[in-house]
């Protein structure tokens, strides 16, 4: 069992980590495909990676309930980490979640298990953070949509296989839909609901 005083540590400066990592995050959200770093280091429980330590650690928090992967939940360090230095609820029902911790994308559910928000409360949706191995090798995709100057092209290895055509239910359920953000280590790319991604093969 892990204590309390074992738990990793969180941010050292609360508040410019916070503003550092909602800087990034909001940066990739606006510029949808550009690889973002997050700089400000905060312990890392289990199987969490550095860069979805701090996005927890800067947006998550009581009135966000939380829903963990199997790989995650069954960690009793990650979930007392993210509860005593977020306080966000981890919930069992993704249909309810503000946010998702996917550490294994190749157990990803169908997205549309998560909250897809209503036509009046479209923000009432999942966010889903999925780790992935790389975000600057693999295969080549291609992303439109608005904060996109004409084509992006994202370079990344990433589980499961087929996550941009499981994706491609925002299209139909827009202004309703799921956000994505990708994380790999310290670097994060986000795929807001608006944005189209075409797998270009190899």
Known sequence: ???????????????LSAQSTFRSVMDAMA?????????????????????TAAIALTLFDHDTPLWLDARMAERSDVVKWLKFHTGAPVVQDSSIASFALISDGAALPALERFALGTNEYPDRSTTVILQVESLDSGRSFELR????????????????????????????????GIDLVLVADDAVVAIPRTTRVVNKGS
């Open 31 to 51: 510029r949808p495909g550009s690889v973002q770093r997050i700089v400000p280091m905060a312990g890392v429980p289990g199987p969490t990676m550095r860069g």
């Open 145 to 176: 949509g608005p904060g996109i100057d004409g084509v992006a092209t994202l370079q990344a290895s990433i589980k499961p296989f087929d996550l941009f055509e499981r994706l491609r239910m925002n299209e139909a359920l827009f202004p309703r």
């Open 1 to 15: 069992m892990t204590t309390l005083a074992e738990l990793p540590p969180g941010f050292v400066d609360k508040v």
